[in-house]
């Protein structure tokens, strides 16, 4: 195994027995929480090395980053999951190269990409991205325009939403990052009880996974504790930060 797939490997491992501990922490079972690796501004060479390490799905920030990527790694069968800030004159690529779309968060957005996936005969699991946190800088729907949003979203023939999306606040306050959690988690148990079908908590990352976990994710978004340090900061993935 060459040493940089080697090294690969070790913080893969090392990240699913994080989430095991954190579960088990938890009282919950490691099975109930998917690890979505983060593969933005890595190229091609460290994630066909990822999908030999068994990774077959991969979160991207950017759709010109799963236009570049794709088809090189068509081999690979990979299914993106595009987790970033989506414009609406980007929702034909989504509708093209991804599998799934955890940043809806507006209705013109929602119509763009139904339109787009007519046009491709197909469907697309969705989260919803909800602003859980005060921060002027997040994206996502405001908590209370859940409700009405998902109701709306039953008029998109090619929208399945599966769940719920967060970033929480960027805070060294482990309560402060926690209650961006919970209040997510409030927010699918909400819905579900208005007979909305989204069991899906899209939540945490490599600095607060655990935490997430703790308020009942299931599926947690890990780029740097698997690929290391990005070339970019995060500014350049939120700009408004
Ligand atoms: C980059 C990114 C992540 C992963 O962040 P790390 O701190 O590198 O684990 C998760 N979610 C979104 C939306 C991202 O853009």
């Known amino acids: 195994m060459p040493n940089e797939t080697a090294h690969l490997a070790a913080n893969l491992a090392a990240i699913r027995q994080g989430i095991d501990a954190a579960c088990r922490q938890a009282g919950r079972d490691p099975s109930e929480v998917t690890l979505l690796p983060v593969s933005k501004t890595f190229g091609p060479d460290v994630i066909r090395a990822a999908v030999g390490l068994g990774q077959h799905r991969f979160g991207e920030n950017k759709v010109q980053e799963i236009r570049d990527k794709a088809p090189v790694l068509a081999d690979c069968g990979i299914d993106w999951v595009m987790i ?18 955890q940043s809806l968060d507006r209705m013109d957005l929602a119509e763009a990409l139904d339109r787009r996936l007519q046009l491709e005969g197909r469907t697309m699991d969705v989260l919803v991205q909800v602003k859980t946190s005060s921060e002027e800088s997040k994206y996502g729907l405001a ?8 109701e709306q979203l039953k008029t998109f023939g090619t929208l399945r939403p599966r769940g719920l999306m967060t970033l929480a606040i960027h805070s060294t306050d482990p309560v402060e990052v926690r209650s961006c959690f919970r209040r997510l988690r409030e927010l699918r148990d909400q819905a579900q009880a208005e007979g909305f079908d989204i069991p899906r908590l899209s939540m945490g990352m490599s600095g607060d996974f655990p935490i997430a976990i703790a308020e009942g994710s299931t599926e947690v978004r890990i780029g740097t504790s698997i690929f290391g340090l990005r070339p970019y900061g995060d500014a350049y993935y939120w700009p408004e930060t």
């Open 84 to 101: 970033g800030h989506l414009q609406t004159n980007k929702a034909k690529d989504v509708a093209r190269l991804a599998s799934e779309v």
């Open 143 to 150: 908590p209370d325009a859940l409700l009405p949003f998902l």
